[in-house]
Every structure is written in C-alpha cells, then in structure tokens.
C-alpha cells in the first residue's frame, strides 16, 4: 500500500515557467513533509519540508503549499532553471517512530 | 560536517552469492535508516535503527536480509543469498533523534547489480 501518493511522474517545463508537483495521504500521524531532490548516482537531498500547522512555506523559488483537510501537498517551483532537472519526491514522516514515507518521483525536465 | 559515508559505491554479484554494505552515518545522529530503491520508485525503508536498537524492520526480508548497528554509530546490511530481484540502489540515511526537525540526511548510495 503506497502511503503517499505523487503525480505526475514526469514534467516537461520550459525554462523560466512554474514546475507544480502534487502530492496526497491518508495517515492522520504523519507530522512532517519534506521534499527532497535527487540527481541521477546522488542519494536525496532535502529541499524544503512542512509542518502540517502551516499553510505555504516559501524558500527562494521553491513553495510548499500544505492543505491538511484534504491531506495533500505541493511543490512550486517557480522560474524554473534547466539546473532544476531532476528528481523530486515527497515524503511524510509518522509520529509514531520517526518513519519516513516516499512518493513514487516525479522526473523534472526544464527545458532550455 | 562530513555526509553519509557508504561503501562500496558499485557492486556487482551473481544470484546466490552474498554481499555486505556499509555506512557511516553524520556524527551525533542517532537514528539511522537503510533503504532500497528499484529503478524509476521512491526509496522504500529496510529497516530503522535508534542508537543501536532496531524501531522498524517491518519491510526487511529477513530471510535473505540483515543489519546491524553495533555501538550506535556504523551498521552494515547484508543479503544472503541474493536474488535478480534486490537489484536496486541500497541508500542509507541518518538523523537526529529530534522531534521538530526530522531531517535525514542521505548517503550516495550503493548500486547492485545482481545477474
């Protein structure tokens, strides 16, 4: 059972444009969102992460925007850059023993 | 601050042998994970430890699998005998057992290819 979902799983973006990557649970414990980027032979770095007592977060082009209601979160990259290229995947973390669960990755492409 | 250190970078094993990963996590970090990644999917957790202490090896096949921890800080994975199937990315991260902050900290990973 895939605890979080992510779509799509590739985005083709021309540069200077917006990249929006979505994602959604189901696990009521989950108390942490983070984001994390992967270049091809690199393990994951994070990006950016939220808490579910706040709405957007914002650093430098990247924003989450978090609706707890409908348990889903995003990723805007605004001004995309060819360097933005990569994979991105959302993950939540449950508060019941530091576990962290990943999406399934979505393949950037911006495109010069 | 040093990274995640892991070793070998690159492995490559015929089905049914054997083979061992390492890692090293940041100093101080308590809380160290190993995952898999298949190819095109996220990372999926093998097995959680806390200091030296396993919270989570629900997903570990332990019939072929197996970590340890010893002292807290290093741990090794190991499968035994290998399948076509655990051909994947091996990743280890690390974090502080921390509650408001969480993030983990990812290794460059060990790619095996089992043939």
């Known amino acids: 059972q895939q605890q979080v979902k992510q779509s799509p799983q590739s985005l083709i973006v021309q540069k200077g444009g917006i990249s929006i990557i979505n994602c959604a649970y189901e696990?009521?414990?989950?108390?942490?969102f983070p984001w994390y980027q992967q270049f091809p032979g690199k393990g994951p770095a994070l990006l950016i992460a939220?808490?579910?007592?706040?709405s957007e977060k914002k650093e430098g082009r990247f924003t989450i925007s978090f609706n707890k209601s409908a348990k889903q979160f995003s990723l805007h990259i605004m001004d995309s850059q060819p360097g933005d290229s990569a994979t991105y995947f959302c993950?939540?973390?449950?508060?019941?023993?530091?576990?962290?669960?990943f999406g399934t990755g979505t393949s950037l492409t911006v495109i010069p | 601050e040093a990274g995640v250190a892991q070793s070998p970078r690159y492995k490559i094993i015929e089905k049914r042998q054997s083979v061992a990963f390492w890692c090293n996590p940041i100093?101080?970090?308590?809380?160290l994970y190993w995952y898999q990644q298949i190819l095109g999917q996220g990372p999926k957790l093998l097995i959680q430890f806390q200091n030296n202490g396993v919270v989570d090896d629900s997903q570990l096949p332990k019939d072929r699998f197996s970590a340890e921890r010893l002292k807290g800080v290093d741990s090794t994975l190991k499968i035994q005998p290998a399948k076509l199937e655990d051909s994947a990315v091996y990743l280890c991260?690390?974090?502080?057992?921390?509650?408001?902050?969480?993030?983990?900290?990812f290794g460059p990973g060990t790619r095996l290819t089992v043939t």
């Open positions: 991260a690390s974090s502080l057992k921390v509650i408001l902050t969480g993030e983990q900290y």
């Open positions: 696990n009521t414990a989950f108390d942490y």
């Open positions: 939220i808490r579910p007592d706040v």
């Open positions: 993950a939540a973390r449950a508060n019941t023993g530091n576990q962290f669960y």
């Open positions: 100093s101080g970090h308590a809380t």
